[in-house]
């Protein structure tokens, strides 16, 4: 199977060859191959000849990581595509355009690639001040949905401008749970963040472009409402916040496709036997019947040994 087909064979919910796989971030750049993504203000009111060097230079570290780590799709994050609170300027949308046609010659196949709009909802990273928050829910609660009507608005336009930038799928980035739970009440959710997420992945997958969720935390208070929004994918299916992959399948397969759960403090603090443990759990509860993508439950961040990465992988290749 070429990578497009995988992914496309498990969010059918029909068994690929193996279970695909990719990271929502690769952050081990310097271990792995000493080179570093670029800043994000190198890209900024920079001469077009320059700025092609950078973009040449991201491309290939890009299609190194794919190379290596045989990821099946990749999302952009460096040059970092704007989105409702992360407006660095179009660097991010010139950019998935030159990193199609670069990995499409590097591969000599199409890879899937896909961008971040952080924040379009309320949640957890994007309230900042907690009691006023909580003044507003209670005493003027038409505050909160005129922001979260705003928010709608600007990750439907930052949607729309990635789309024309041509990513076959977008990853809507809002952390809503803690480990005990949703930091709103399921009902508090349905009335203030459900509507607003629905409106938001109609429109994406509309266009024929597939919606990842991602979100950490302990979502079974509100499984339901997320299998009203519909997305193509679930991420992250926490283990550290009590998310049974067997179980969170069982109530959502054939309708949301998941990624996720190979523990990431087992990542970043072993030992090996641990790492081999949630893998293999993983994949013997999520692989069977499509459905499923291969990933740690948050990222490979800053302070996973490279090494760890490398056994988590080790038992997809023995699928």
């Known amino acids: ?27 081990l750049t310097q271990e792995a191959f000493g ?10 009111n920079m001469p077009d000849c320059e ?36 407006n660095p300027g179009h660097a991010g949308y010139e950019f998935i355009g030159f990193l199609k046609d670069y990995l499409r010659s590097y591969f000599n196949e199409e890879i899937l690639i896909g961008g971040f709009i952080w924040g379009s909802m309320i949640c957890i990273d994007t309230i900042s001040d907690y009691m006023e928050f909580s003044i507003k829910l209670l005493e003027r609660r038409n505050e909160v949905h005129e922001w979260a009507q705003t928010m709608y608005e600007n990750g439907l336009r930052h949607a729309k401008n990635l789309i024309n930038a041509g990513v076959d799928f977008i990853n809507i980035g809002s952390d809503h749970a803690f480990n005990s739970g949703t930091f709103l009440s399921p009902g508090d959710f349905r009335e203030l963040v459900t509507p607003y997420m629905i409106k938001l992945t109609r429109y994406i997958q509309a266009q024929g472009i597939w919606v990842i969720m991602h979100t950490d935390g302990n979502l079974m208070g509100i499984i339901d409402q997320i299998l009203e929004i519909k997305p193509d994918v679930l991420h992250s299916i926490d283990p550290m916040a009590g998310m049974n992959i067997k179980e969170v399948k069982r109530l959502t397969y054939g309708q949301v496709a998941l990624m996720g759960n190979v523990q990431c403090n087992y990542l970043q603090e072993g030992p090996a036997e641990k790492i081999i443990e949630s893998s293999r759990y993983c994949l013997e509860h999520g692989a069977p019947g499509g459905g499923f993508i291969f990933s740690s439950s ?5 302070g996973i040994p490279l090494e760890n990465y490398r056994v988590m992988l080790d038992c997809l290749r023995q699928v």
């Open 35 to 44: 080179m570093d993504f670029p800043e994000n203000k190198d890209f900024e």
């Open 51 to 86: 700025k092609n060097k950078i973009f040449e230079h991201t491309a290939h570290l890009y299609a190194k990581i794919i190379e290596e780590f045989n990821w099946d799709a990749v999302l952009v994050y460096p040059p970092a595509v704007p989105g409702p609170y992360n």
């Open 1 to 27: 199977m070429t990578r497009k087909e995988r992914i496309k064979t498990t969010l059918n919910f029909e068994q690929p060859d193996r279970p695909p796989h990719f990271e929502q971030l690769f952050q």
């Open 298 to 302: 948050n990222t490979i961040f800053p």
